[in-house]
Every structure is written in C-alpha cells, then in structure tokens.
C-alpha cells in the first residue's frame, strides 16, 4: 500500500501569523511524498512546463562510512550494479548504448562517504519515458547480478580509476579529514578504497554489503521535471514496491562522535608545498527542522561572516609572522558542526600563539555593533529575494534542492512560509544572543590542533598540556596585549585612484572605407580605413548584449617570435600596465573601471581572438579601452623577472611528444634567452598590431558604435601580417617510449590525421563521429579488457591544415600500454566497418537536441559566423547550418567514416615510469 502526503496550507495562516515555528517546517505543498509498504520514499515535483524533460535521482543511503571492511565496498558496489542483471541480456552498461544513451551523461552515478546516488537526466520525447526511466533505475538497485566473473574484469577498471585519481590534493584533503574526523569512521575509509582493498575485495564482500543496504527502507527517490504525478506514483508502486520489506540499517555511526579534549595531528605530503596552523572547535547541532536547530543554523550563518571577518583584520598586524589568516565553518555531517581558525606561514610554532591569541581576542570583544547590523540587513535582504529565487528555479533545481534537503536531514518548504519563519527568527537575534552563542561555540570542549607542513621538513607538534597552558594563560589575562602596529611602507603608492593624464590620446582620425548591408541573414558590413572589417550580425540576444570578438591572424604559430615567446608575450601584455603611471596606480585605476570594458585575449595556434561581451551603450568605451591599451600598455621588467623566477620559462623546450608528431624543427630556440623586456614587447606589437576582423552578434549598431569604430579603431595602426607556421604532423608511423610516468602508470597519447578539405559544413559532420568513436574505444578499452578508467577522444577537421585529425589519450597500468594501444589502434582501422551499425536516426535526434541549446547561445552564432567568413568570405554557413545534422544519413557517416579513419599516419607517444623502461 502506498501512503501519499500532499500538504496544504491556508494562505491565511501565512498572512496572519506573527511567527511560525520552526517547528512547523514541513514540505512545500506543490511536491507530491510518499512512502511505500517497504519503506521506501519519493518525493516528486511537477515542474507544470511542458517544454521540461525529467530527471531522476535514487539516493540510497549508505557510503564508505557503512564499512567495516574492506574499504572501498560502497564504491565497487556502484561500479558493479551497471554490470549483468537480472531485468536485462546483457549488462546495464550494453543496455545504456543500444537506447541512444551514454553513461556520464543520461545516466551517473556517484559514491561519497554517507550515500550512493543514481541518477538519469533525460530530454524531451527521449528514448526512454518516465515509467521506462524509473525501471532503470529499480533494476540498477534491485536487479544487480553481482557475478564474480563481472568483478574479475572491474577490478581493474576501479584501479585505475584510483592511479587516475591520486593526486597531492587529495591526499592531503584525506590527512586533513583524518585530523579534523579523529575517532569517526570516516577516518581510514577513503571513498574509493585503496589498493590493496581493491585487489583484496571479493563478490562476497560486494555482495554482503548490497544486501544489507540496498532496501526499499534505505532508500529516497527523487524525480523532477514535466510528469504526471498521479501516473508516476502508480509506476513507482508498480516498480519499486515488489521489493522486500527489510529493517533500515542502523546507523548511529554517521553523526561524528565528539570527546572532551584538544587532539593533535600533522598533515604532511611528500610533494606538499604549503604551510598552515589550524586550531579548531567540534560540537553538536540540533535538528534543522525543529525550532532550536532553524535558530541554531541561522546563528551559524550570520557567524560564519562575521568571525571571518574579525579574524582576518587582525591578520595584517601579523604580517611578518604569517602570511594570512581565516576561518571557516564546516557542516561535517549532518548534526556536526566544525569551526576552523587557520593561519598560514612556514614557522608553526611562532603562528599557533598568534592564532590561540587571535581566538581569544574574537571571544573576548565580540562582534562590533556596526558588523552585526550589516550582517543582519544582508540577511534580511537575502531572506527576501529568496522568494523571488526560488520562482525562478528550473526543474533541474529543484530536484538539487530536494536532495540536498534529504541528505541534511532537512526540508524544503514553501518559500514564503520560509522566508516568514526566518524574518521572526532574525527579529528574536540581538547583538548580545549572537555574542553569547558564539562564545558557547568557542568553548566546544572537543578542539583539534594539527600542522600542514611542507614535504622535506620536519615538525614536532606541541605537547597537549603545554598548548592548553597557552590558551589557559590567554584566558586568565586581565587583558589581551594590543595588537601589533601596522606596518607602514613610506615608498608604498598611493591608493588614490589616478585620472588619466592629459597625453593618453587616442586618435580617432579614422574613417568607414566602405560598408554595405545584407539580409537573409541581416549583415552589417563596415571596411575601416586601417583594413579592419567589421562583421555584425543583426540578431538580438537574452542578455541584450553585443557578443564582439576580434580575430587576427596568424596566432602563437608564427615564423618570427614562436610559440612560447608569443604565448608569454600577450599573457603578460593583457596584464600589464600603462607606461605613464606605475604598476600600482594602474591597478588602482584598473580596478575602478566597470567589468564590462574588460576583454578577453586568448591567443591560439593559429589565430588572435580579443573579445568583450557588453551592453551596447558600453561598447563604444570598451573599445576606446582597447585603443588606449595597444598604445600605451607596456610589459614591465618586474613581470619579466617574475615569470623567470617561477620557472614559466627557461630553457630549450623539451617536448617529446611534439617533436614526435612535427619532427626536430618543432623544437623552438631557447626561449629563456629571449625572455627580455624588449623582444616581448615587441613581440606583443607585432600580434596586437596585425589587421583584424570584428565579428559581432547584438541588436542593430547604433551612430555612437558606427562612430567608434570608424574613428577610433579605424585608427589603429596596423602593420604587415606575420608568417603563419601551423604545425603538420609528419607522414607515416611513429611510435616512442619515454620517461616521465608516474611511478606506478603509464601514459599513451595518440595522433593520427588524414587530409580533407576543411569547410564549416563538413566540420561539423566529422565533429559526429567523435562520439561514435569515443564510445567504440570505451567498450574495448574500459568494458571488454578493463584495462583503464576513461579515456579522452577528439577529432577536429583543422583549417589551418585541411587535415582531419584524431586525438587520443589515456592512463594504463605500465604493463598494459602496448597491448591497450593496439587494441586502440584496431578499434580506429574497424570505424568505417562500425559505422555500418550505427543508428543515424539517433544521432540526428541527438544533433538536434544540441544544436537547440547551442542556437540559443550568441557565442555559437559568433563563432560560426566567424567560420563561414573564414571559408566563404560572406554569412552563408548561417543559413545552411539549419538542419545540417539531418544530412547525416547511413551513406554520409559511412563515407566520413571511410576518409578519416585511416592509420597511414600515426604517432604514438608512450610515458612509462623510469622503472619499465
């Protein structure tokens, strides 16, 4: 029997009410809840838009912390509920492709350290509907074979997963969890287990765990979107109610267990840089949805700002002791609560007495009158647009904000109910109720203590007793010593924000050449009297912005300055500042100028692209600002240094793979000796300084933008074009082995290319075989010989060189490489064979979909404009794109297929660690 709660709630009551309790806080009436004979809940929401999909997410609720061992259970148990099962032929996985749908992107799935979650986002008249949709997803936790001969091969698929994972990151963000979680289970069970547990699990230990919680009862469903609700419960019942009636497992074990005492730890990676004390307090929470806990959490709220604040404006009195510090407020699990104070400086024992001291000045004067009044007006301001946002939440959003409520053991609830119940609860908060909670929470009896310390030094932490002294000490003064003086830098700049001097001209002597005006599609066309184009597309935007990009050629492939000379060149340029004022004056100037004159420059292989997006009456300043900053910027000596000093650049490039693909004259001169202020600068000029044409995308220009652009950018000097050098990767096979893996994995990068004329039009076809291929790699490479985790795959029809190119790369266990290598080269020689196969009428529905997205975005019409103009010389492609993926018949994919797969021209690189060489 299904038990249904749909909520009501007279608006009334709302209007009348001077408070609502926090103990009222249930579930916004529009979602539909339910509980099925088994134990299992859902919770739905009708986005009542015609136009949504639906999503699904399944939550069960149990993790890496539901362990006992060996660790890694939780994780391998989701890997292996996509293997064989008992609804379906074949594996989940098989099932997944041969509806159209692709794992990662239909269909997820993700492990973390309190739940498991399943999801399935679909899209409109999808392949599969909503009853069909929640089948999947009962027979993904219901339906799980779990075979031993399954688990042989994803052993190793999770393997690799783990070398693929391991990075420094991660491995100090465990030791710091170990520390901050001390006595908790979620100290020695990282998510995705270890080595030696992967390698030592077997099915029974899958499937002991799959047993216990994967039921009904451990489990909340979510789905979101267009559906109809009454149907959707019925499949639900239907679906997920035939499943056995067991016990929820108990687990007490998820709150964090608190003890009385401070505790100790030091946080030490081998490869670690960084340096930091950190002093921190746990304590309990309330339940958020009783009155005490909506207080409690409010609290925390306005707490976490203002102690933040208070702590890093005592910092800089500090500054020749420790760079910096902060403080942060973690929800660890759901009825826990960890406050950290951290300072950052390599002499631990100099910053913890400062950081004991600076808790202690926190406790002891509170929070000023002033702070707890702006911090009470954003609260209040936010409380107040929180209706109007949650109006504005898509069904995607919604389904977000439910799960996340579940997971904090919380509730999503009418947002004007909402929003009532926190306005009577900030009115109930005084300066002295905040003061005295948070000096309750300083008080938490449980503190840790521990040191982040840099690889290859060593530290001892204090004795506990001698740091409780200190704290002991802190506490008994009658007052606190005042804090030191700021330090004072007499050759420190003013921060006055300067004006810009009389001499920063900007000619504005050009004039329009010549222009003209197209329909169909609608094209402004201006010629300046520089040689610069202008290309504007009359089409209005959602933002009601002009998206501009100017694109120069050759890009950092050039004859004169190279690649690496040229990419520092323009990176340093866009930094830098004006020559007449210095670097701080600028940046203070800078910095008062609106975001919206500020452009993007991003050098490519084979073009300069410098491109704003703005609202049209701001676009004549934007480009006055690119004016000024081609004339008078200039790259400045200090920043030279810097980039010498970080080892940006140094040395002749060695480039293995590079100069496997394009042959010894890939290598470039030394760049190092080059790295002077002189040659970058001029190096800058020469690309800044080449003809460009504007692309742009917005509403009709107006006289001001016409005017700008004829008189001022029309007087940007231009100069003549640089020697484009786009790279071509050399003919026939070439394999290579070299060092540089890490110690226990391999690397394979593989390139191939075929020539083909490039267009736009057939560009885009090409660009449909990237998934087809990347897929058929997938299930050679991942499902059939386990032998990675994920695999990147592309293939682009380059116009620089008219050649089609396929890219691809992969991490491998070492002794893996070359037969996984080979196995990748035969699934790219069979692609014309399997494009037989495949299901163009999928595929252009899939086009479809994406080009509705892509079409709504301006940057797409900007970019394809760009392209026809590259091709075509006029806007012809924008026309003829409409549609395009529908031109993609049996015939067409089978004779794109034909042309680009081919290994005549091949280049493997392979990285192995020093050892398998």
């Known amino acids: 029997m299904t038990v249904t709660a749909r909520l009501f709630v007279f608006v009334a009551f709302v209007l009348i009410a001077p408070f609502a309790s926090a103990s009222d806080a249930q579930w916004d009436p529009r979602l539909t809840r339910g509980t099925l004979e088994n134990g299992l809940t859902y919770i739905l929401h009708d986005s009542g838009k015609p136009g949504d999909p639906f999503n699904i997410r399944l939550v069960v609720h149990a993790g890496s912390v539901d362990e006992e061992r060996p ?36 269909v997820n799935a993700v492990t973390r350290e309190t739940e498991t979650q399943y999801m399935i986002r679909t899209r409109r008249k999808d392949a599969l509907d909503l009853t069909a949709s929640l089948a999947l997803a009962a027979d993904l936790v219901f339906g799980a074979e779990l075979r031993a001969d399954d688990w042989a091969k994803e052993r190793f698929v999770i393997l ?50 799959y047993d216990r919680f994967y039921v009904a009862s451990n489990m909340t469903l979510v789905v979101s979107g267009r559906i109809d609700s009454s149907a959707a419960e019925a499949a639900i019942q239907r679906l997920f109610g035939a499943a056995p009636k067991a016990p929820k497992p108990d687990r007490a074990y998820v709150d964090l267990p608190l003890k009385a005492g401070l505790s100790t730890g030091l946080v030490q990676d081998p490869a670690g840089s960084s340096s ?83 808790i202690e000045r926190v406790r002891r004067e509170g929070i000023s009158q002033k702070a707890f009044d702006a911090a009470m007006a954003a609260a209040r301001r936010v409380n107040g647009n929180n209706i109007d946002a949650a109006g504005q939440r898509t069904y995607a959003e919604w389904e977000d904000r439910i799960t996340s409520a579940v997971l904090m053991g919380s509730v999503l609830d009418d947002p004007a109910r909402r929003s009532e119940r926190t306005r009577a609860l900030l009115d109930r908060i005084t300066l002295d109720s905040l003061q005295a909670r948070m000096r309750d929470m300083l008080a938490a009896p449980d503190q840790i203590l521990f040191y982040q310390v840099p690889g290859g030094f060593e530290r001892r932490l204090p004795d506990v007793a001698k ?63 520089n040689g610069d184009r202008v290309i504007w597309l009359v089409r209005d935007t959602p933002d009601g912005k002009v998206y501009l990009s100017g694109q120069s050629s050759p890009g950092f492939m050039n004859a004169r300055y190279g690649s690496t000379i040229s990419q520092v060149a323009i990176q340093l340029r866009a930094q830098s500042g004006y020559r007449f004022w210095t670097q701080a004056q600028f940046d203070a100037w800078d910095a008062a100028q609106p975001a919206s004159g ?129 790279p071509r990767q050399v003919e026939g096979l070439r394999i290579a082995e070299v060092e540089g893996s890490a110690k226990d994995r391999a690397r394979v990068q593989l390139s191939f290319f075929t020539p083909m004329d490039w267009t736009p039009e057939a560009s885009f076809l090409v660009s449909a075989l990237t998934p087809v291929a990347q897929q058929a790699l997938k299930n050679e490479l991942r499902y059939r010989l386990a032998g990675l985790y994920t695999l990147q795959f592309e293939l682009e029809l380059d116009a620089d060189t008219n050649r089609a190119i396929g890219t691809l790369s992969f991490y491998c266990a070492p002794e893996r490489a070359k037969e996984l290598t080979e196995a990748a080269l035969a699934v790219l020689k069979d692609m014309p064979q399997q494009a037989d196969g495949m299901d163009t009428a999928r595929m252009r529905s899939d086009i479809a979909f994406a080009e509705e997205g892509r079409l709504r975005d301006p940057n ?15 806007a012809g492609y924008l026309t003829r794109m409409i549609g395009l993926g529908d031109k993609l018949t049996d015939q067409v994919l089978r004779a794109h297929a034909a042309s680009v797969f081919k290994t005549d021209n091949v280049a493997i690189l392979t990285r192995l660690p020093k050892a398998a060489l």
Do not use: C
């Open 71 to 106: 660790s890694g259970v939780a994780h391998m148990l989701e890997h292996m509920v996509f293997q064989s099962n008992r609804a379906h032929l074949q594996s989940i996985h098989r099932y997944i492709q041969e509806i159209g749908w692709r794992q990662g992107l239909q």
């Open 160 to 209: 690799e997963e783990l070398r693929q994972g391991d990075s420094v990151a991660d491995r100090i963000s465990r030791q710091k969890k170990a520390v901050l979680r001390v006595g908790s289970r979620y100290v020695d069970r990282p998510t995705i287990g270890t080595r030696e547990s992967i390698a030592s699990a077997s099915i029974e230990d899958i499937r002991a765990f």
């Open 276 to 358: 930091q004390t950190t002093y921190a307090f746990r304590m309990a929470m309330p339940d958020r949805t009783s009155e005490e806990g909506q207080l409690a959490y409010l609290q925390k709220y306005l707490l976490s700002r203002l102690i933040r604040d208070a702590i890093q404006t005592q910092a800089p009195h500090y500054a020749d002791t420790i760079k910096s510090m902060g403080f942060v407020a973690q929800e660890t699990t759901e009825h826990r609560l960890i406050l950290a104070f951290n300072a950052s400086g390599p002499d631990h024992d100099a910053a913890l007495p400062i950081l004991l001291e600076a």
């Open 467 to 529: 740091v409780q002294a200190m704290r002991d000490d802190l506490a008994a003064r009658a007052a606190l010593p005042p804090l030191p003086a700021l330090k004072s830098d007499p050759a420190s700049p003013s921060t006055e924000i300067p004006t810009l001097p009389a001499e920063a001209i900007v000619p504005r002597s050009g004039k329009i050449a010549s222009e003209n005006e197209l329909q169909s599609p609608h094209i402004r066309e201006w010629t300046l009297s």
């Open 598 to 726: 500020r452009w993007s420059y991003a050098l490519k292989a084979g073009l300069l692209d410098v491109a704003i997006a703005t609202k049209p009456d701001a676009l004549p300043g934007a480009l006055e600002r690119y004016a000024r900053d081609l004339i008078y910027a200039e790259i400045r000596e200090d920043a030279v240094e810097a980039v010498k000093d970080e080892g940006i650049v140094g040395g002749a490039r060695e480039d293995a793979y590079g100069r496997l693909l394009y042959g010894p004259q890939s290598d470039e001169q030394d760049p190092g000796s080059l790295l002077t202020v002189e040659h970058l600068n001029a190096a800058a000029d020469a690309l800044l300084s080449q003809p460009v044409k504007w692309f742009a995308v917005g509403p009709a220009p107006d006289g001001s933008i016409r005017e700008t652009f004829a008189g001022l950018i029309g007087a940007v000097p231009r100069a003549k074009p640089l020697e484009a050098t786009p």
């Open 860 to 874: 797409t019409w900007l970019r394809r404009l760009a392209l026809s103009y590259r091709r075509y010389g006029d």
